[in-house]
Nanobody, 116 residues
Framework: VQLQASGGGLVQAGGSLSLSCAASGITFSLYAVGWYRQAPGKQRELVATITRSGGTNYADSVKGRFTCSRDNAKNTVYLQMNSLKPEDTAVYYC???????????WGQGTKVTVSS
């Protein structure tokens, strides 16, 4: 099983990035997926979640700026990040969970840096 997060990079404040989380070795459609981030010196925090059926929830800090979506045919979940702020700077991780069977997998993280 592998989750591959990608799409991070350096962007100016106000800019946009689109992250992808591609899964292999699992039937991604069976999993809820969460995007987390961890800034230097801070704890990992939940940014957004998307259920198996596509329902989404967002942290207050990103609501209205970030959009999470999924394409189960491509085994991929996306995080579109708009109006980025310097405080969005972090390593972003994706997590896939199938709670009924206690399955939980993490991706390796992709770094997002927002300059002011």
């Amino acid at each position: 099983v592998q989750l591959q997060a990608s799409g991070g990079g350096l962007v100016q404040a106000g800019g946009s990035l689109s992250l992808s989380c591609a899964a292999s070795g699992i039937t991604f459609s069976l999993y809820a997926v969460g995007w987390y981030r961890q800034a230097p010196g801070k704890q990992r925090e939940l940014v957004a979640t998307i259920t198996r059926s596509g329902g989404t929830n967002y942290a207050d800090s990103v609501k209205g700026r970030f959009t999470c979506s999924r394409d189960n045919a491509k085994n991929t979940v996306y995080l579109q990040m708009n109006s980025l702020k310097p405080e969005d700077t972090a390593v972003y991780y994706c997590n896939a969970e199938w709670s009924s069977y206690n399955k939980n997998y993490w991706g390796q993280g992709t770094k997002v840096t927002v300059s002011s």
